[in-house]
């Protein structure tokens, strides 16, 4: 199993533009996150997924999207990037155990 | 709302000496309590947790307390060394909720040699 995988792993995109960021996971999880970290902070929810077509909102979810078509991937939209949106954003999964235990590297977003 | 404070930011202990970390939370119907260790460049890396029907867990070096009648919880590291150096974050469950958790700020550890 590859685990969770994020793509791109870094990027700096321009006031205003948009972006996908790309999760997928090879383990049948149903339940997928989306975190962003600022610096210096723990993690904030962005977006849930319970199963395929199933998405809900988390602590910090303006100025994203989500879409969860498919077990396997859960990307993260980002419409009209802002400074503010610049972060470390995490993806991960979670098995059946309940626990949030599988990370994606991360991709180091920047918003200039 | 619902929050969990984490103390202290930063820790720097002497190899071989013992680390504790201290969280309180304030949500009384939280039941599950992890902690994370995070190095540089990487996510959050579960470590140990403990559910709210016990009030203590070990794993080797590694133990975490729980005090639901005060709501709070403790990492403590035994004979730490160079590699246990990175941020550890504690979290917090949140009420009503699909596995969703409250994090800490997190505390950076620094082992000095």
């Known amino acids: 199993n590859a685990g969770v995988t994020q793509t791109p792993k870094f990027r700096i995109l321009k006031i205003g533009q948009s972006m996908t960021l790309q999760c997928t996971q090879d383990?049948?999880?149903?339940?997928m996150y989306w975190y962003r970290q600022d610096p210096g902070m723990g993690l904030k929810l962005i977006y849930y997924s319970v199963g395929a077509g199933i998405t809900d909102k988390g602590e910090v979810p303006n100025g994203y999207n989500v879409s969860r078509s498919t077990t396997e991937d859960f990307p993260l939209r980002l419409e009209l990037a802002a400074p503010s949106q610049t972060s470390v954003y995490f993806c991960?999964?979670?098995?059946?155990?309940?626990?949030?235990?599988?990370f994606g590297p991360g991709t180091r977003l920047t918003v200039l | 709302g619902e929050n969990v404070e984490q103390h202290p930011s930063t820790l720097s202990v002497q190899e071989g000496d013992s680390a504790v970390i201290k969280c309180t939370y304030s949500?009384?119907?939280?039941?599950?309590f992890p902690w994370y260790k995070q190095e540089l460049g990487k996510g959050p890396q579960l470590i140990i947790d403990?559910?709210?029907n016990v009030g203590e867990k070990k794993d080797q070096r590694i133990a975490v307390t729980l005090n639901k009648t005060a709501k709070h919880f403790s990492l403590h590291i035994t004979e730490t060394q160079p590699e246990d150096s990175a941020v550890y974050f504690c979290?917090?469950?949140?009420?009503?909720?699909?596995?969703?958790?409250?994090w800490g700020a997190g505390t950076k550890l620094i082992i000095k040699p």
């Open positions: 979290a917090a469950s949140k009420r009503d909720s699909n596995y969703q958790l409250i």
């Open positions: 383990m049948n999880h149903n339940y």
């Open positions: 949500d009384s119907a939280s039941n599950y």
């Open positions: 991960a999964s979670i098995p059946a155990s309940g626990k949030l235990e599988f």
């Open positions: 403990i559910r709210s």
